[in-house]
Each structure stands twice: as structure tokens, then as C-alpha cells.
């Protein structure tokens, strides 16, 4: 079992930027790719990063390039997510996920994450 705990959203400006972070215990960090998704309200949830085992690779949705990095801080079994440049379609409540080395499917389908944390919500004022 892994144990995901997102936390540091909040309010902030357009143009701010906030990093929550990540921690996960129950399994050794290095075995999971790990990576970002968001729902906005009356919206599907949508892939945001992931970033691998190592932090060698890294994907971003089309919609973040650019403004967002995912990294990762394996000796502190944290994964963060660096939002710049936020914009009020951020706005959304953000979840962190983990996905086993087995795991099927595409890296950024959230079907391929096996556990998820809490969530943790992102609000972008204009």
C-alpha cells in the first residue's frame, strides 16, 4: 500500500505561483512513477505531469508546458508540482498519484494510477 499526502494549495493571484507538495510512505519511493492530475468544478479530472522513477522523464499536458514542473525528492519521498504563472482556468483541486512499475496503460490516463491522494484545492483569482 502507498499512502499519498497532498497539502499547499490555496489562493493566489493570476501571474503568482504556488509548489504543493507530495508525500508518500509505504512503499519504497524509487519504485513509482509519480504524477499530477486536476478537476475543476463540472469538468473531467485531467492529467496535469508525471515524472519517472528517477526523475529522467518528464510529460506535461499541453495547457501547463511551460508554466509547470513536476520533481521529485526521492530521499524525502516528495514529488512537487511548481505552478507559475497561474491563470484562473488553474483553478481546480489538485491531486497527487502514484503508479506502480507494472502498471497498464498510458502515463498520463489516471486509470494507470494506483493510488491517489486526498486533493488539494487551487483557486486563481483574476
Known amino acids: 500500500q502507498v499512502q499519498l499526502v497532498d497539502s499547499g494549495g490555496g489562493l493566489v493571484q493570476a501571474g503568482g505561483s504556488l509548489r504543493p507538495p507530495c508525500a508518500a510512505s509505504?512503499?519504497?519511493?524509487?519504485?513509482?512513477?509519480m504524477g499530477w492530475f486536476r478537476q475543476a468544478p463540472g469538468k473531467e479530472l485531467e492529467f496535469v505531469a508525471r515524472?519517472?522513477?528517477?526523475?529522467?522523464?518528464?510529460d506535461y499536458a499541453a495547457s501547463v508546458k511551460c508554466r509547470f514542473t513536476i520533481s521529485r525528492e526521492n530521499a524525502k519521498n516528495t514529488v512537487y508540482l511548481q505552478m507559475n504563472s497561474l491563470k484562473p482556468e488553474d483553478t481546480a483541486v489538485y491531486y497527487c498519484?502514484?503508479?506502480?512499475?507494472?502498471?497498464?496503460?498510458?502515463?498520463?490516463?489516471?486509470?494507470?494510477?494506483?493510488?491517489w491522494g486526498q486533493g488539494t484545492q487551487v483557486t486563481v483569482s483574476s
Open positions: 498519484a502514484a503508479r506502480l512499475p507494472t502498471a497498464f496503460g498510458y502515463s498520463d490516463s489516471a486509470a494507470s494510477y494506483a493510488y
Open positions: 509505504g512503499r519504497t519511493f524509487s519504485s513509482l512513477d
Open positions: 515524472i519517472s522513477r528517477f526523475g529522467g522523464v518528464t
